[in-house]
């Protein structure tokens, strides 16, 4: 079982270089790209306070959505009811949320999610279901349930209707204290690199909600229990090889109950983001496939939570562009030229000459696309972080491994 536990390590042993020093590189090129981009198309916000903040608002709920089914998927539950999942979510932090508080509405929203994910744990774990089947209808019964219970429960609050509740009193947004003061100045100049650096750091460490910081010790605890403690090795097992986990004692169906669960309740959460803190209310519909999105982001970041940031990030970040101005996504044609470029030349090293060769044409195309053009036509724009997103995700992540048992329906030994 062991075995069967155990990442791939044979990439990062050719490579030379640990994976804490990869992404420093990573970064570092990363923003000199961004700051030359900048400069080059004068579209100041590509690297701005603003379009940092919203990047980091708009990615928090899908990379929620994700660790959600990041810790459904290692105990080989498949969650497409993600979604779903959301949407009960956004409800519950609107209904308990406007009459007693964001806090209450936040532990509301987890309790509904935990609860859409436990009836697809009773139907997939216990029942056997088709976990594709039941995440469907957990989407089908999360909206109408919402509807109907908004209906009744909301359609004569003040400032509420059938469609969405009253406004949602704010969480804290705490800042480092004394930091806009310092970066402020330096991000007004737009000065190469140090500008860049400037404004993103703002973005990150100033009016940053408390429940994005929640988020990001979610993705850390995640990674520590999931990978550095028995529970999660154990709970890992349960993906990868439920019987053989099962003839050493683990208690098989425990451990997919309580992943989904958690899975369902992190969903939740994303929810109650995006109903307290991005919309200050609930609303019918506003979940938008960030659960589905949540989904591709965690198949991105090949079931582990740094891939799975990494993805959220990226869409997060060009969503924020196309809500800033038309310069900005324009420009944003050459940020998809320089990420392309980066992933045919690690493809070309991997000698992946097919995908080396598509992203190299759609490289191409992105950048006299650039040169042709002086701005996008409004819905190009608004299409714009879904193609890219998609795009770079595609031709990024080749070599995926997903939970062996990911998916299989489990029976006991015996039975």
């Not at 970064?27 to 100041?44: E, K, M, N, W, Y």
């Not at 990494?310 to 809500?323: E, I, K, P, W």
């Not at 800033?324 to 044609?333: D, E, F, K, P, Q």
Request: proline fraction near 4%; glycine fraction near 14%; avoid cysteine.
């Amino acid at each position: 079982m062991t075995a069967t536990l155990e990442e791939t390590t044979a990439p990062e042993a050719k490579a030379g270089l640990s994976r804490p020093v990869r992404i420093t590189l990573y970064v570092v090129v990363g923003l000199v790209v961004l700051s030359l981009i900048r400069v080059i198309t004068g579209a100041t916000d590509l690297t701005s306070n603003g379009t940092v903040s919203a990047a980091l608002m708009l990615a928090v709920p899908i990379g929620l959505a994700g660790l959600g089914g990041l810790w459904s998927e290692r105990a080989g539950v498949v969650n497409i009811g993600l979604e779903g999942m959301m949407i009960l979510g956004t409800f519950g932090a609107g209904w308990i949320g406007w009459q007693h508080g964001p806090w209450a509405g936040v532990l509301m929203a987890v309790a509904f999610g935990a609860i859409g994910g436990l009836v697809h744990a009773v139907a997939t774990v216990t029942f056997g279901v088709d976990h594709v089947v039941s995440g469907v209808a957990i989407n089908i019964l999360g909206l109408g349930a919402t509807q109907y219970l908004a209906g009744e429960l909301l359609a004569d609050t003040p400032g509420g209707g059938e469609t969405q509740s009253p406004q949602i009193s704010g969480l804290p947004k705490p800042s480092v204290p004394g930091l806009t003061s310092v970066l402020e100045p330096l991000e007004s100049h737009h000065w190469f690199l140090l500008s860049d650096l400037a404004g993103i750091l703002r973005g990150l460490l100033t009016n940053v909600s408390i429940l994005t910081i929640i988020s990001i010790l979610l993705v850390i605890a995640t990674y520590v229990i999931l990978w550095q403690t028995p529970f999660g090795l154990r709970l890992r097992s349960v993906g990868e090889d439920p019987h053989a986990a099962e003839s050493l004692g683990v208690k098989v169906r425990l451990y997919k109950y309580v992943a989904v669960v958690v899975s369902g309740g992190l969903a939740g959460l994303a929810g109650a983001f995006l109903a307290i803190v991005a919309s200050s209310l609930y609303r019918e519909g506003q979940t938008g496939g960030r659960g589905y999105i949540g989904l591709a982001a965690m198949i991105f970041g090949n079931w582990r939570p740094g891939g799975l940031v990494a993805g959220a990030g990226l869409f997060g970040y060009t969503d924020a562009m196309q809500l800033r101005n038309a310069t900005a996504v324009h420009a944003l044609l050459l940020v998809v030229f320089a990420l392309l470029l980066v992933v045919t030349a690690l493809n070309l090293y991997r000698r992946r000459w097919v995908t080396a060769g598509v992203g190299l044409v759609f490289a191409v195309l992105s950048l006299v696309w650039y040169l042709a053009t002086d701005e996008l036509p409004g819905p190009i724009t608004t299409m714009t972080p879904y193609v890219t997103t998609l795009l770079v995700l595609a031709l990024a992540a080749q070599h995926l491994r997903m939970p062996k048992a990911d998916g299989l329906v489990y029976r006991p030994e015996g039975k």
